[in-house]
């Protein structure tokens, strides 16, 4: 299991693409990304990186309707991550959020939540569609919207 994050090189000019985080990590089938938020303040700029991970390294789903997973999920086996439930709001990006891939443009409500959700000592992982998805790119738009099911029922936990 490769729990490692892709190695990709910086950008140097913020303006050669909108897609420019997401060009140099394209999803394959059976694959998402995974956000890691870093460790902050409050105030401080939200930042991360973006990982690709298959869904085979994913918790075994859990089923709708039931109760939450009585045996321990580990960590050593499985990537573990919290999926984000939020409403967008206003589709004006007015915050943003710095990877070493490039910076995304983000809505209010999704930095809100991230700056919400963040650990004062320690990095977490997530998945938010607004983040872990490529917004511009149709084609993976449909194909990630597919496996929401997956993802959601694949979460230790939902925020």
């Known amino acids: ?21 997401y060009e140099d990590m394209p999803l394959s089938a059976g694959q998402i990304r995974l956000l890691r938020l870093n460790a902050g303040q409050e105030a401080d700029q939200l ?16 089923k709708a309707g039931t109760a939450a997973q009585t045996d321990p999920i580990d960590p050593e086996k499985y990537v573990c991550f919290d999926a984000i439930s939020y409403v967008w709001g206003q589709s004006t990006f007015t915050d943003t959020f710095f990877t070493p891939q490039g910076s995304i443009p983000i809505t209010a409500s999704l930095a809100s939540i991230l700056r919400r959700l963040r650990d004062k000592k320690t990095s977490h992982l997530y998945w938010a569609d607004g983040l872990c998805v490529n917004q511009s790119d149709l084609a993976e738009k449909e194909v990630q919207v597919s496996l929401m099911g997956i993802i959601y029922s694949s979460a230790i936990m939902l925020s």
């Open 1 to 21: 299991m490769s729990k490692t994050p892709l190695v990709l090189r910086r950008k140097t000019a913020v303006a050669d693409s909108e897609d420019l985080p």
């Open 47 to 62: 930042n991360g990186e973006l990982i690709v991970t298959s869904l085979e390294e994913l918790p075994p789903r859990q």
